[in-house]
C-alpha cells in the first residue's frame, strides 16, 4: 500500500521534463538541458528519479556544473532522491539539439550549428560545413578565423559583411 | 581480469593524458591568442577522453584503482604511453608535426576501435572520434600553413616532421597485447592502420610542400618502449609537475 501512494504522488515523468526545462547550461544559459539534448532519459527506478544524461564533449568542464543544476532544480520541487547516469553511446550529437534552442542560439549572437553532424567518414580538409551566415546580420559572407572559440563546442567567425566577429556552435 | 584489455585502456588512457598534459602546457604560451585557446581546448577534449579509457582500465582490473589513483598515483616505469605523447613541446611547428602525426593515426584507430566488440571500448571510441576528426583537420590546416609558408617555417617545419618522425613507428607494433585484443575483435590490428596513415600524410605534406620522410626511419627499434614502460627521460619531468599535488597532499580536493 505504501508503495503505491508513493507512486501515485511522485510527479509525472513529463512534469520532470518541465521542471528540467529550467535548467540552463551554465556556459550558453539560453540553452536549457533539454535545448541541448543531452537528456536521454527520464524514469523512476521505485522511489528514486533517474535521469540519463549523455555527455556532449569528453572534457567539456560544464558536464559537472549541469548534473549539479539538475540536481538543485529537482530538489526545489520536492524531488530529492535523484540519481544521474551517464550514457557515451550513441554519442552526442548537435543533430538532437532543438529547434527551439537553435532559435534562442541565434537570438543571443551564436550561430547554430549546419544541419548535420560532423563528418566522421573522412579527413578531407575543406569537408566542413559550409559557412555559418552571421546570427547579427544574417549574412553568408562569413571567414573562419579560429576552429575553437570560447569553448570546445564554438568556432570563432567573423562577418565580411558587418565586420561583427562571432562564435558559432560546431555541428559535431 | 582481461590483462590485455586493462594493458590497452591504460595505453589509450596514459597517450591521452600524457600529451594532454603537453598541450597544456602551452596554456598563456601559445604564439597568438586564437592558437593557445585552440590547443587548451584539444588538451581538455584529450583529458576527457583519458579520463574514459582510465575509468575503463580501473574496472577492467577491479582493485578499486580509479581514474585519479591511475592517473596521479603511478611513476614513469608503470606508463603505458606511446613515446610521441610524452616528447618535449619545442617550438610551435615542432607541436604542430606531433600533433598532426598522431591525430591521423587516433583518427583511423577510433575508426576501427568503433566497431570493437566490447560495447564499452566501441562507446569511448566512437565519442572520441568526433572529436579527433576535428583535430586532424585542424592540424593539418596548420601543417600546409607552416609548410608552405615562408623559407623560415617551411625549414623549420621539415625539421621538426624529420626529428618526430622516428617516434611514429611504435604506434603500428601489434605487440601481444594488440594482437590477443585483435584477435577477439576488441582492437584493430595497428600494423593495419598504416596504409590509410601513411597515404593520408603523405597527401597532406605533398600539399604542404613538404618531404616525406622515410618509411624505414619509423621503424627503428631504438625509438619504441612506450606500452611495455621504456620511456624517454622526459616523460619524468611530466609527471613531477602532474602528481606533485597529490603526492605532497595525498587525497587533496577541493
Known amino acids: 500500500m505504501n508503495t503505491q501512494a508513493r507512486t501515485l504522488d511522485r510527479p509525472s515523468t513529463q512534469q520532470l521534463r518541465d521542471w528540467l526545462a529550467g535548467v540552463p547550461d551554465p556556459e550558453i544559459p539560453v540553452l536549457s538541458v533539454l535545448d541541448l539534448g543531452i537528456v536521454r532519459d527520464l524514469r523512476w527506478d521505485g522511489a528514486s528519479c533517474v535521469v540519463t544524461i549523455t555527455p556532449t564533449y569528453s572534457g567539456c568542464p560544464a558536464m559537472q556544473e549541469i548534473s549539479a543544476g539538475i540536481r538543485a532544480e529537482l530538489a526545489q520541487h520536492g524531488v530529492d532522491d535523484v540519481r544521474i547516469e551517464t550514457r557515451l553511446a550513441p554519442a552526442w550529437t548537435t543533430d538532437w539539439m532543438t529547434p527551439a534552442g537553435k532559435a534562442a542560439l541565434k ?55 558587418c565586420g561583427e566577429p562571432f562564435d558559432y556552435f560546431k555541428a559535431h | 581480469m582481461d590483462r590485455s584489455l586493462f594493458q590497452y585502456a591504460l595505453r589509450m588512457g596514459d597517450t591521452t593524458l600524457i600529451l594532454s598534459q603537453r598541450l597544456a602546457q602551452w596554456c598563456g604560451h601559445g604564439p597568438a591568442l586564437e592558437e593557445d585557446l585552440a590547443l587548451t581546448n584539444l588538451s581538455l577534449d584529450l583529458l576527457g577522453q583519458a579520463r574514459l579509457w582510465l575509468t575503463l582500465a580501473g574496472e577492467v582490473e577491479g582493485a578499486g584503482r580509479d581514474e585519479d589513483r591511475l592517473a596521479y598515483l603511478r611513476d614513469a616505469p608503470d606508463y603505458r604511453n606511446y613515446l610521441l605523447a610524452e616528447r618535449p613541446n619545442g617550438h610551435y611547428g615542432d607541436t604542430i608535426a606531433r600533433q598532426f602525426l598522431f591525430d591521423v593515426w587516433h583518427y583511423f584507430l577510433l575508426q576501427g576501435l568503433s566497431g570493437s566488440a566490447d560495447e564499452r571500448v566501441a562507446a569511448i571510441a566512437a565519442k572520441s572520434l568526433k572529436e579527433v576528426t576535428y583535430h586532424a583537420r585542424r592540424s593539418a590546416d596548420l601543417v600546409v600553413r607552416l609548410g608552405d609558408g615562408t623559407e623560415l617555417s617551411h625549414g623549420r617545419m621539415q625539421a621538426a616532421l624529420d626529428e618526430i618522425w622516428f617516434y611514429v613507428g611504435e604506434l603500428f607494433v601489434d605487440d601481444d597485447v594488440v594482437a590477443d585484443l585483435a584477435g577477439r575483435g576488441i582492437a584493430v590490428s595497428h600494423e593495419a592502420l598504416w596504409p590509410a596513415w601513411h597515404e593520408h600524410v603523405a597527401a597532406v605534406l605533398q600539399e604542404a610542400t613538404l618531404r616525406l620522410p622515410d618509411a624505414a626511419d619509423a621503424r627503428h627499434p631504438a625509438y619504441q618502449g612506450g606500452p611495455s614502460g621504456r620511456h624517454t627521460e622526459a616523460l619524468g619531468y611530466i609527471l613531477a609537475e602532474m602528481q606533485h599535488l597529490q603526492r605532497t597532499y595525498p587525497g587533496a580536493s577541493w
Open chain 1, 107 to 161: 537570438g543571443y549572437g551564436i550561430a547554430p550549428p549546419g544541419e548535420k553532424a560532423i563528418d566522421i567518414s573522412g579527413l578531407s580538409r575543406r569537408a566542413g560545413a559550409p559557412a555559418p551566415a552571421c546570427p547579427h546580420c544574417g549574412s553568408p559572407r562569413t571567414r573562419l578565423i579560429s576552429q575553437f572559440g570560447s569553448t570546445a563546442c564554438k568556432a570563432l567567425y567573423r562577418c565580411a559583411a
